[in-house]
């Protein structure tokens, strides 16, 4: 195993090569693929990336089988390419960033990139992966105000401006900024990426600078798309695995448009992993997506009609599926869970009602909330002890990791959190012990909820109790998603139950965008987000002086150059964060359930998020292979 640290960037990229010369490596071809295919040694790239499974103390694996597990709905199909995770770079389990479709990876001073792609590397198809493809992405994708209006994304922008893009050769390209970029290489390694490449042997049909336009216009009437831009837009479908027709990079690949019940993604030929002896990745020949009822899939896995589910499987299901183990031969794995909080309360500080705004936003309410709540009695009562009480934040695992984070106005301290709310002046009480607010009207809380989770329902339920003994009233509100987002946007919102924190195992090198208020979809701070995310056309700018520092602190790690630099404002944002109590968080830590039958190489112990982690991604699901 061999570690490259390109200090000179202030980021540490690790790439994992075999301990064995390639040249010394013979190719093996793989049983049951078509035998019209060309050899292995013409269907992977010259230098393929070679995994030492040994190195990493698992099993070479065997070719073969079929892998079935259950999704809730069709459009979950697009989980075989956050699972594959093939990325340009990704995370190894340390949370390093490797190479992985790319060669390598060159880093200066922060700001200049320059991107090798592996000689002789192939799409899904055949067709040359190479320079073309990453240049089609950025001058004819999102430099094309028809395909892109609003422009190139944020992690393409320093300062509001792009990078220069140049073609150094075939299989090498740069972006250049004026500026340190660090979003760009984590933006490239999240469980969706951006794809900043495309297919161009097969997109550019579809594209007026290229196409024939009597073609365009014929394949532009069969979707009924009014031209060739919403055409190509239909076809570049890299994430959501709709167009069977696209060519791909990742392990398996959808051929076949015959069902919205059952997918069925084969191995892609042409992929670019080989372990150690040889044999070209994935083992698996193919994986089954089987749509199903979500409140069924529990008792169908415990029936063993699942190889590998995670997948609409919650705490709660833990005990009857260790009961289904010995019946059905299979293995629930716990895996930890990474995100801040299992369940957050979140207090909308963009709320429009101006008595709440000026009560949420005020810094003794939320600590009181907050010690108002008995988190070691919900993590017993939800959860038998096993988890974390404590605040919504980032776990021990991270190495930014602080136990004042974790503890910080998370006792449970009744007393305390009474005479917080009398320093408010929330003295005057109705006659049913309810405090009253300034303006009269009593203190009755809306927590609304997506009505995903019955065990946010439960929490709210006991945290009921508990805010009586303060003076406060909580109403839970079940809701739908969709609902819970829109009352977000039009400021009716007061407060709702969330998971927490998405990443709870950052690392200083990750963008701190889940503590500032840069994304609209969040439902602690909607209007700030927008007003980010339009640059000042819609929304509300930042006035409270917290929330405006977050921003502060973001922008300053946008245009960072050094891991010292970045840590520093990774500790005083979560410190603000602990300080202000803006999450409640409950309980973190709590284990997934990873149901694991006749396959080998899945790992007992492992993570599951979804940034870092891509869930199955980071355990590398293409070294899994069928047992006998």
């Not at 190894?92 to 991107?115: A, C, M, S, Y």
């Not at 190495?399 to 003295?427: C, F, M, R, V």
């Amino acid at each position: 195993m061999m570690f490259v640290n390109l200090t000179r960037t202030g980021l540490f990229l690790a790439a994992v090569l075999s301990a064995a010369p390639l040249a010394a490596l013979e190719l093996k071809e793989t049983p049951g693929l078509d035998p019209s295919l060309p050899p292995i040694a013409e269907r992977v790239p010259s230098e393929p990336l070679v995994v030492d499974l040994e190195a990493k103390g698992r099993t070479i694996g065997k070719h073969g089988g079929s892998l079935d597990t259950f999704i809730g709905r069709a459009k979950d199909v697009r989980l075989i390419n956050v699972w594959g995770y093939a990325r340009l770079v990704g995370y190894n389990k340390e949370l390093e960033l490797v190479p992985d479709i790319l060669q390598d990876v060159e880093v200066e001073d922060g700001r200049i990139f320059t991107l090798h792609t592996r000689e002789g590397h192939k799409w899904s198809d055949g067709d040359p992966f190479d320079a073309e493809d990453i240049r089609y992405y950025f001058e004819d994708v999102v430099s094309n105000d028809k395909l892109t209006p609003s422009g190139l994304p944020p992690f393409l922008l320093v300062n509001g401006k792009g990078p220069k893009f140049e073609v150094l050769d075939d299989t090498t390209v740069r972006f250049t900024w004026d500026e340190p970029n660090p979003l760009f290489l984590p933006e490239l390694a999240k469980s969706r990426p951006p794809f900043i490449y495309r297919p161009s042997h097969y997109l550019s049909k579809f594209h007026e600078k290229y196409g024939d336009p009597a073609f365009i216009e014929a394949e532009a009437a069969k979707v009924k798309a009014r031209s060739w831009a919403p055409l190509h837009a239909k076809k570049d479908d890299m994430y959501n695995a709709r167009n069977v027709e696209l060519p791909s990079l990742q392990p398996w690949v959808r051929q076949r448009d015959d069902s919205d019940l059952r997918f069925i993604l084969q191995r892609n030929p042409y992929y670019h992993r080989v372990d150690s002896t040889g044999q070209q990745l994935p083992y698996i020949d193919q994986i089954v997506m089987t749509v199903a009822d979500g409140k069924l899939i529990p008792a169908k896995a415990q029936a063993g009609e699942s190889n590998l589910q995670a997948r609409n499987l919650s705490f709660s299901d833990i005990t009857v599926l260790k009961k289904g183990e010995k019946l059905n031969d299979y293995v629930t794995a716990l895996w930890s869970n990474t995100k801040g909080s299992e369940i957050s309360i979140l207090p909308n500080l963009t709320v429009k009602d101006p008595g709440w705004r000026e009560l949420v936003r005020d810094t003794r309410f939320r600590r009181a909330l907050s010690l108002g709540i008995d988190r070691t009695l919900l993590n017993r009562v939800l959860f038998f002890g096993l988890g974390t009480a404590g605040n919504d934040t980032v776990l021990a695992s991270s190495p930014l990791h602080k136990a004042e984070y974790t503890s910080k106005w998370a006792d449970y301290d009744p007393e305390q959190a009474n005479a917080l709310l009398d320093e408010i002046g929330l003295t005057e009480r109705n006659g049913e012990g309810i405090r009253l607010m300034p303006d009269g009207r009593p203190l009755e809380i809306i927590v609304e909820t997506a009505g995903e989770a019955q065990v946010q329902e439960d929490a709210l339920e006991l945290v009921t109790e508990m805010w009586r003994e303060i003076g406060i009233k909580l109403y839970a509100k079940p809701s739908q998603r969709d609902n819970l987002r829109e009352r977000s946007i039009t400021g009716q919102l007061l407060m709702s139950v969330w998971w927490g924190l998405e990443n709870g195992i950052p690392t200083s090198e990750m963008p701190p965008d889940d503590l500032a208020p840069v994304h609209g979809d969040v439902l602690s701070w909607h209007a700030w987000g927008d007003y980010y995310e339009t640059g000042g056309e819609g929304g509300e700018k930042p006035d409270w002086p917290p929330a405006a520092r977050l921003m502060e602190l973001y922008e300053a790690w946008l245009v960072s150059k050094t891991p010292e630099e970045r840590t520093k404002i990774w500790e005083e944002m979560l410190q603000i964060h602990a300080d202000e109590t803006i999450r409640i968080g409950l309980v973190s830590g709590v284990r997934q359930p990873v149901v694991v039958n006749n396959v080998e190489n899945v790992p007992l112990e492992g993570i599951y998020g979804w940034d870092p982690g891509a869930q199955f991604g980071i355990h590398r699901m293409d070294e899994f292979f069928m047992s006998e």
